[in-house]
């Protein structure tokens, strides 16, 4: 199949997109294609959201597209700042084939923002299952000629926020192609997310390279900009570390004024964490960043026991706090929030809660709002 026949074929995906936003109702929200989102002048409650806290989120995979499912019903103030280091998949090989950034946790931020979630996850996420388009979804189709027509893959991704007009925005934190690298407590030398993937348990070492890459200027003015920055949750080592390894975005939340949080993960990864409890997890944050997180949101909520068994057999454990680790990370400086932060997605797979997390995180921020204003 030829490139020229890819591209023709996802703007005709494009065009049936524009179609199902005029039959749902929903045209509307793509009146104004301009940087800023626009304002119902009758709908108070879309104005305050507008109002609401700059919260910067960071992290990839499921749990970061999670918590922004729950967050954009507070506030539109929304910086989804997500890895690009992607190899599995359809992102993985539009990376190969194309050159292209993976786009497959950006476009799930993206779906998580927009104001329909529910019928766009459908449509983004439908997935082909024969020819030579086998294993690829449309959302990632779309970002990919998206790509091609505006030359730019940081382009892309801003005409897509624009398109959907999703209460935020989402952000590659750099459009350089980074590889992670790693080496193991053996000496081993591990190369890309998948290899990383399996060997995080006994990582000593993790680093980008090259080590010279660059973050997007509009995440460093994100930061400087928030209210908040929340880490995770996600992956350690392939979803929150690799934006943190960027030297400009780790000076920056160095230098950040504003409370940094971090959301425990509700069980370990296996391989990746395999063996890790919270605090393993925050020391690798801190020896990123230089700074502890201010807060950390971590689960007290019994997960079921049918879900404990089978996640076990994988490599997945609870992780909870122990007393003598919350007093620890109390003489960091660090505070602990506890919460129910469980759910259960389709009766099948364990979930961040993300209203709890989201009520949790925006109380954060009005504090945080508030300390700035005395």
């Known amino acids: 199949m030829t490139p020229f026949f890819i591209v023709l074929l996802v703007c005709i995906l494009a065009a049936i997109l524009f179609v199902f936003y005029i039959y749902t109702g929903r045209v509307k929200d793509m009146k104004n294609f301009a940087p800023k989102h626009w304002i119902k002048d009758n709908n108070s409650s879309d104005h305050k959201l507008t109002l609401g806290a700059n919260i910067v989120t960071i992290g990839g995979g499921t749990g970061l597209s999670t918590l922004l499912s729950g967050l954009k019903d507070y506030t539109r103030n929304i910086t989804a700042v997500v890895a690009v280091t992607d190899e599995g998949g359809s992102s993985g090989r539009l990376r190969q084939e194309w050159g292209m950034l993976p786009p497959g946790d950006i476009r799930n931020c993206i779906v998580a923002l927009a104001e329909n979630d529910s019928s766009l996850n459908s449509l983004l996420n439908f997935r082909f299952d024969r020819g030579e388009l086998k294993g690829h979804n449309l959302g990632n189709l779309i970002l990919l000629a998206t790509t091609e027509m505006m030359g730019d893959f940081q382009r892309a991704v801003e005409e897509l926020n624009k398109l959907l007009a999703i209460r935020g925005k989402v952000l590659p934190v750099t459009t350089e192609t980074v590889v992670l690298k790693g080496q193991t407590d053996e000496g081993e030398c591990v190369s890309g997310e998948l290899q990383i993937s399996e060997n995080g348990y006994h990582l000593a070492k993790l680093w980008i390279e090259p080590s010279t890459a660059k973050p997007l200027d509009a995440v460093i003015k994100a930061v400087d900009e928030a209210d908040l920055i929340v880490l995770g949750p996600g992956s350690l ?70 879900f404990i068994a089978r996640y076990s057999k994988i490599g997945a454990n609870p992780l909870y706090l122990s007393n003598r680790e919350e007093k620890y990370l109390k003489s960091l400086g660090t505070t602990v929030i506890y919460g129910d932060f469980i759910s259960i997605k389709n009766g099948a797979y364990l979930r961040h809660n993300s209203r709890s997390l989201s009520d949790n995180i925006i109380i954060l921020a009005e504090e945080s709002i508030e300390k700035r204003r005395v």
């Not at 943190?244 to 160095?254: P, Y």
């Not at 890790?276 to 807060?295: C, F, K, T």
């Open 237 to 306: 080592f392939t979803s929150v570390l690799p934006n943190l390894l960027l030297r400009d975005v780790a000076m920056a939340l160095k230098q950040s004024s504003v409370p940094i949080v971090y959301v425990a993960n509700l069980v370990t990864q296996p391989k990746e964490t395999e063996g890790m409890n919270i605090l393993s997890h925050i020391d690798w944050i801190a020896s990123v960043i230089g700074r502890v997180p201010d807060y950390v949101l971590a689960n007290q909520a019994q997960i079921p026991e049918e």
